[in-house]
């Protein structure tokens, strides 16, 4: 059987000289076959089109991975390779953040881990679905546009989300009704912990979250600006937001309705899906084959 590298060229990290390595590392454990995307979408379409392949290994950014996810077979095992600015799946999955160290042990090792997926409105995710305020940070820093071929870093998230909350005054109130909790000002449900990562910083959002699992939602009821802080000191240095009374948490859930007072962005896996009024979470147990 076949083995297919999927490779987006555009990835922040992706040169040719990297794609070439990682594909020799990748041939250290069998003849693979180099595919390059070509546009949006494109690697759904690659991935459909390897059912009879017995592994797909994905060089990408979190959203190259997503696209993956979403055309890939059932039953086939995926390999995902740093070539993002962060590539929050294979980090969470415990693998190097380096691409050459990661093609290196996934081409040697061939062990697999069975994960669930999340899916909302029927779009799959790997680790993370975001309804209002973070899915409007990374649709601002998508504006930003990439004029080095390179998306924006660390510093552009942050710098977005202070314009986002000066603009509101620094006080989100509620403005999405989840089903059976209640109101709150946005919504983040996740797949593993950590959620996403700052720079080395592991963002606890979800602490109780696990591949394994069904789906964990974080939702800040409202946030002014006494609770950022309270907020920040949660996220990246102790996750207490499981008994916290001014959030609402959601610990292995199958199925999460939100409903927005108005369209709010949704993002998934870190890229921009456009605007919702509604949002159907839903849990995929045991989706997925990785090899790690």
Do not use: K
Not at 133 to 156: F, S
Not at 246 to 252: G, M
């Amino acid at each position: 059987m076949r083995r297919v590298l999927i490779v987006n060229p555009r990835a922040s990290a992706v040169t040719p000289e990297l794609i070439e390595r990682v594909r020799a590392e990748l041939a250290a454990g069998g003849p693979t076959q180099t595919i390059l995307t070509e546009r949006p979408g494109h690697a759904s379409e690659l991935a459909g089109a390897c059912a009879d392949c017995s592994a797909v290994y994905v060089l990408a950014g979190d959203g190259g991975y997503n696209e993956v996810l979403n055309g890939l077979p059932g039953g086939v095992p995926v390999g995902f390779v740093p070539g993002g600015a962060t590539s929050v799946l294979p980090r969470a999955l415990g693998l190097p953040r380096d691409p050459i160290a990661c093609a290196r042990q996934l081409a040697a090792a061939g062990h697999e881990r069975l994960i669930s997926l999340g899916r909302a409105n029927g779009r799959r995710f790997a680790f993370a679905a975001g309804i209002g305020l973070d899915a409007a940070i990374v649709r601002a820093v998508d504006r930003r546009g990439r004029p080095d071929g390179v998306r924006p870093g660390d510093l552009a998230f942050v710098a977005e989300l202070v314009r986002l909350l000066a603009a509101r005054r620094f006080l989100l109130e509620p403005e999405l009704e989840i089903a059976g909790l209640g109101r709150a000002a946005f919504a983040i449900a996740t797949n593993c912990d950590p959620y996403t990562y700052a720079g080395r910083l592991p963002v606890h959002a979800t602490p109780l979250a696990r591949f394994e699992l069904g789906l964990d939602l974080v939702a800040p009821v409202r946030l002014g600006l006494g609770g950022l802080a309270a907020l920040a000191w949660r996220l990246l240095v102790r996750p207490r937001q499981v008994d916290s009374p001014a959030v609402r948490y959601l610990h292995d859930a199958d199925r999460v309705e939100i409903t927005c007072d108005r369209p709010l962005p949704l993002e998934l896996d870190g890229e921009d899906v456009g605007d919702v009024a509604e949002v159907v979470l839903e849990a995929e147990r045991g989706a997925l084959r990785v090899l790690i």
